[in-house]
């Protein structure tokens, strides 16, 4: 167990295959405590991704974490979804039973405004999905830029192609206009780019691993990540499957795995053709002081070491 009492983390996602593997992670490290889900519009309609949240929620036996339900639809562009990436459901060939619990009546976005206005200073705030939730509450409530402890995102590309356009990646494809309000926001987060996280694979053996364990959780991990592993095959021509989220959420507990650089970023809003990609200004061209700490290094395999043996704690804990 930690020393030091666990940091509180909101977690705003949009589950999908490996936000669901962020939430058990989650759910794994008595570093963190959970304080809530806001989920919120991406990988699959909201209505899916709510439910995979409670379901998610039930199956690592935390049903006492709220979960809330934030924006379903981008700010200014049409709902963009990555069923072919997360399967129709968001979860793969995974099917939960349908969660016992509901969401609170409070929206996302009110959620994360009071609990970060209650706590200031103390909530590391992850965002995982498009960033809608947050720029909402930014533009509600503008105070909580100061009672924010802490915003780790996981989104964007400076480095790398896109993975949803050529020049995107999709938490910020799917919406730039928000992504623009949070970059703009004083904010200076931790982004987690998908040129890091592409190299952070989960492996067949990891899988066949957790399955030797047995139980709900290893089966559920494996039926996911089939179908997210059958996409990277097609796509990327490796049998394994990139773990974002996951790697997004470890830095609250284990920020050494890690290393960042200080640019300026923007991101474009205008151009369809480039609509959602990523500028990273590493050089200092513009003159424009940084508003982002960039992870341009990551201890993959060791994290993925460590993701497997906190899955393995998991399922015992539970077993
Ligand atoms: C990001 O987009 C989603 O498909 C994943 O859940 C992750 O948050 C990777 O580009
Ligand atoms: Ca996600």
């Known amino acids: 167990m930690p020393a030091t009492a666990p940091r509180r983390v909101l977690l705003d996602t949009d589950p999908g295959i490996d936000d669901a593997l962020a939430i058990l992670l989650a759910l794994a490290s008595p570093e963190i405590t959970l304080t809530a889900l806001t989920v919120v519009h991406g990988n699959c309609p909201l209505s899916e991704a709510v439910a995979n949240a409670l379901a998610l929620l039930e199956l690592g036996g935390a049903t006492q974490i709220p979960v809330a339900v934030g924006c379903a639809a981008p700010l200014l562009r049409p709902p963009f979804t990555a069923t072919e990436t997360h399967g129709l459901s968001g979860l793969g060939y995974a099917r939960l039973p349908a969660a016992t619990i509901a969401p609170v009546a409070e929206h996302g976005v009110d959620l994360l405004i009071r609990e970060l206005l209650a706590a200031p200073g103390q909530i590391s705030l992850v965002a995982v999905g498009p960033l809608t939730n947050l720029a909402l509450a930014l533009r509600k409530e503008p105070q909580i830029v100061a009672a924010i402890g802490e915003l780790i995102i996981m989104g964007a590309a400076f480095q790398a192609d896109g993975n949803t356009t050529p020049l995107a990646e999709f938490n910020i494809y799917a919406d730039p206009h928000a992504a623009k309000i949070v970059f703009d926001a004083g904010l200076a987060p931790t982004i987690v780019p998908w040129d ?35 996409f990277h095959l097609k796509q990327f021509g490796y049998a394994g499957c990139a773990i974002n989220d996951p790697a997004a959420l470890a830095l609250v507990y284990w920020p ?60 015992d804990r539970l077993a």
């Open 196 to 230: 890091i996280t592409r190299e952070i694979r989960l492996g067949r053996h990891d899988i066949d691993r957790l399955l030797q364990r047995g139980g709900p959780i290893a089966e559920f991990i494996a039926e996911a990540t089939r179908f997210y592993i059958e």
């Open 256 to 315: 050494h795995l890690a290393r960042t650089t200080q640019a300026y970023i923007d991101v474009e809003i205008s151009s369809e053709l480039t609509m959602g990609k990523t500028i990273a200004d590493f050089q200092g061209l513009t003159g424009k002081h940084p508003n982002a700490q960039i992870v341009t290094h990551f201890d993959g395999e060791g994290f993925v070491a460590h993701f497997v043996e906190r899955m393995e704690q998991l399922i």
